[in-house]
C-alpha cells in the first residue's frame, strides 16, 4: 500500500539479503541461489529484481554470468510447508 516505513525495512532487508549472497557467491560460487518464504511471497518489484540488482551490482562480471537468483519453486504453498517443517522439528526436538 506504499507504506513508507515498510518500504524502508523492505529495502534494508534487501541489502542485507544482497550481501549475504554476494558472500556465498564468492565464496561457493554457486550457479544458482534459491530463496525462501519471505522474499518469494514478496514478489519480483519489491524483492527478488532488487536483491538480483544490488548482487550484480557488487561480484565480479564472471561470477554474474553464470548465476542465478530464483524463487522458492513451491509457490503459494511455500509458507504453509516451512510452517509445517518447524512444527515438525520442534516436536522432533521435544521427544529426544
Do not use: H, Q
Not at 12 to 41: K, Q
Request: hydrophobic share 50%; charged share 25%.
Amino acid at each position: 500500500m506504499g507504506e513508507s516505513i515498510a518500504l524502508a525495512e523492505f529495502e534494508r532487508f534487501n541489502d542485507y539479503l544482497a550481501r549475504g549472497i554476494v558472500c556465498i557467491a564468492y565464496t561457493l560460487a554457486p550457479e544458482r541461489v534459491i530463496l525462501g518464504t519471505i522474499p518469494s511471497a514478496a514478489g519480483e518489484a519489491l524483492c527478488l529484481e532488487p536483491v538480483r540488482r544490488r548482487v550484480a551490482e557488487r561480484v565480479w562480471p564472471k561470477i554474474a554470468r553464470g548465476f542465478s537468483i530464483v524463487p522458492i519453486g513451491l509457490g503459494e504453498d511455500a509458507p504453509y510447508r516451512a510452517a509445517l517443517c518447524a512444527a515438525l522439528e520442534g516436536v522432533a526436538a521435544s521427544a529426544r
